[in-house]
């Protein structure tokens, strides 16, 4: 199933879209207009959506965001696949860490290589970004070293 699915590059005009995408995945979307640029989009042969994943820069650390993919297509692989897209980019732009916050998948990212830090751990440019006060203090606070 994935060679059916491409992954590119978000545009601004995919704004409207991933908002919608995250609003259906009940993910916020505060601040995605800043960072709409470092979205990518997982489409299906069709154009339908499958996925998004977003970062936010801040200096050489950034917060991976705006993990969804469509039901349809959970447990084949696609938010590794958007996952990956996103620490390329990362690598890319020379970051070194990534931050991520998540109430529902911790195991999921610590298969992916993120380890659980506290919150007080997390840069503190990381932490002025618009969907951190958005995530409750419940939410796990993970990082991966880029290297």
């Given at each position: 199933m994935l060679a059916d699915?491409?992954?590119?590059?978000?545009?601004?005009?995919d704004?409207?879209?991933?908002?919608h995408f995250l609003n259906e995945n009940e993910l916020p979307t505060v601040g995605v207009e800043k960072c709409v640029e470092n979205f990518v989009v997982a489409q299906?042969?069709?154009?339908?959506w499958v996925g998004v994943a977003g970062l936010e820069v801040y200096g050489k650390s950034?917060?991976?965001r705006s993990v969804?993919?469509?039901?349809?297509?959970?447990?084949?692989?696609?938010g590794r696949a958007l996952v990956d897209a996103v620490l390329r980019n990362a690598r890319a732009k020379g970051l070194e860490r990534i931050y991520l916050?998540?109430?529902t998948a911790q195991a999921y990212f610590s298969g992916?290589?993120?380890e659980?830090?506290?919150?007080?751990?997390i840069d503190e440019a990381v932490k002025a970004s618009p969907e951190f006060p958005e995530c409750g203090e419940g939410a796990a606070a993970m990082r991966k070293l880029l290297s």
């Open positions: 699915i491409r992954i590119r590059p978000a545009v601004r005009g704004l409207q879209q991933i908002s299906s042969r069709n154009g339908s950034g917060l991976l969804a993919v469509d039901q349809r297509f959970r447990g084949m692989g696609q916050l998540t109430d992916l290589g993120f659980v830090v506290g919150r007080k751990d």
